[in-house]
């Protein structure tokens, strides 16, 4: 079987009804004979060529005569329009078993003295190029196929795609493992560059130095094609026969799955947390949305914030002042002298107020916090506009909405570098740097990931909704008000914001927003560091709270919070 035959077997097998193939373009045609079997697996598509060498383009144009809607250019395709120098073969000269002398191995870049299974004469020639957007600009249909052969010119051509890349349904694309010629772009590169768009799920023709590879467009994406992306790319990563051959036989595949358990365990076993949140965290990455939600990408998260730092800023002097805010309300009350207590404890940056949000009607429940903490009617903070978008809520979670946005308008307002943001039934354990003198912060990676929290941000921000499959919904974070003025930067966008809730059990988190919109747009400003919140059922009495504090300081020193949600308290026997 031909290599048409091949890739049209593979797309109708992989895609099936999805596929839709009228427009191939075939960039470094050599002769055009790829072309003429493709037509034959595609009878109905318009085929444009591309083959910018002056002695084989003849070829190509004879081969374009044969058959209607066949279109020829003797031009190349690269990341620049204007001419540039292309490096042809000598067939005369060159050292090859190719009985025409390998014209086809003509680049536009010289070729490496280390490839020594051809001896390659090339001879400089000025050739015409263009870029493809500039092509498909003059009124030449995109392509819903490319079948590409230019001897590691693969990153110019598909630069030159500029955003009609993302309209390419599938691209069949010969890669180098090893370097043939100089400055080339190899495999690993080449599939990076890719991975915003495409998936990769097939090879053919696999050999020691070369190797063909099927990408399809993620919008074909099904959970066997990521499936098939994801082993690609971790065998790929991992160095299974990299740079020796790429074959990928059943008992290839075996051996590389294998290959991923066994590296998985080693680190494991031998406690090299970075190593392995790293694996986790590429793992999350290439994930589909199925796994990232998962209790496989829960597991996958705790992997990679237990790989954390422990300490994610190393500045201790001069650090700038933080203020507190709490959300409380009466159910609280067993919990919050513990939360407002420990908050000193818990920064190393000096606290300038603690201030608690609390229901109007229920302020004077909290009168023996006065001396400590500022209380604030939640109803101060929230204004007639806003209030009318939470009515649109169910009453039920009318509240919890509530707590959220008292939170990021308190922040918001806030004259301090920064704003600890705590829940009320959250206990801070140990100290810890949030916020250093050039404005960077540490974020903590949570276990949960709930997709209504992602589809939110992305209605609302116009943004992904998350970062490689991570979040942030950990019960406590310093948000720094500078960077809520720019996500907010009047109330009408917050009760826009509360607008955008969809699902009304759980539609929306501050916590995912803010380290979602920092990791998006201010990556440079976050240290992620570890988590270490505990989880814990405590008695629901003053006493009890007290007692599981205590056994949590003694017997998890290393812990930096304690989470004791009402849902886990239960009533002394």
Known sequence: MDDAKKLHASLKRLLGQKMQIDSIW?????????????????????????????????????AARELERFNAYNLA?????????????????????????????????????????????????????????????????????????????????????DSHISRVSAIYVELSLREMYEGQI???????????????????????????????NKKSATLRLRI??????????????????????????????????????????????????????????????????????????????SSSPRVGLSQVVDLPSIDVIIPAISKDLDVITHAVSAVTHGSVNPISSISLVIPKSQIHMFGNLAKVANLIPEEDLINEDISKALQRLPESRRGWVTQQLVKILFARGSSAAGTLVLDADTVLLNPRVWLDSKGNQILCI?????????????????????????????????????????????????????????????????????????????SSSVALARWGNLNLEVESSPQGV??????????????????LHSYNRRSEQ
């Open 26 to 62: 075939e960039i470094g045609s050599r002769d055009g004979q790829d072309a003429l079997r493709l037509k034959l697996e595609f009878p109905w598509a318009e085929f444009h060529l591309f083959e910018p060498n002056p002695d084989t383009f003849p070829l190509v144009e004879e």
């Open 546 to 563: 007290s007692r599981i504090i205590d056994w949590a300081r003694s017997h998890h020193s290393d812990a930096f919070s304690i989470s």
């Open 186 to 216: 190899l495999i690993r590169d080449f599939v990076k560059k890719m991975s915003n768009n495409f998936l990769w799920v097939n090879v053919q023709n696999t050999g020691n130095w070369q190797v063909d590879a099927l990408f399809v």
């Open 77 to 161: 395709l690269g990341s620049e329009d204007g001419s540039a120098v292309f490096q042809k073969i000598d067939p005369s000269k060159t050292i090859t078993s190719w009985a025409d002398g390998n014209p086809g191995a003509s680049s536009f870049f010289k070729a490496s003295t280390g490839y020594k299974v051809e001896t390659y004469i090339q001879t400089p020639v000025e050739v015409e190029m263009a870029r493809a957007s500039s092509i498909i600009e003059r009124g030449i249909a995109a392509p819903d196929l490319i079948w590409m052969d230019v001897q590691g010119f693969e990153g110019h051509v598909v630069d030159g795609f």
């Open 228 to 305: 098939l992306d994801l082993f690609y790319r971790l065998s790929l990563k991992s160095g299974i026969n990299y740079g020796v051959s790429y074959d990928f036989s059943a008992q290839s595949i075996r051996n590389a799955t294998l290959s991923l358990l066994a590296k998985f365990f080693v680190y494991l076993e031998a406690g090299d947390k970075r190593a392995l949140g790293t694996f986790a965290r590429r793992l999350l990455r290439i994930s589909p949305m199925k796994i990232k939600a998962s209790r496989f990408g829960q597991l996958l998260r705790k992997v990679a914030d």
């Open 446 to 522: 949570s276990r949960e990931f709930h997709v209504p929290y992602i589809d939110h941000y992305k209605r609302f921000f116009t943004q992904e909704g998350h970062v490689d499959g991570l979040s942030f919904v950990t019960h406590h974070q310093l948000m720094q008000p500078s960077i809520l003025r720019t996500m907010f930067p009047d109330d009408n966008s917050i009760s826009r914001w509360v607008g955008e809730i969809s699902d009304f059990g759980s539609g929306a988190s501050e916590y995912h927003d803010y380290g979602t919109y920092m990791m998006r747009n201010f």
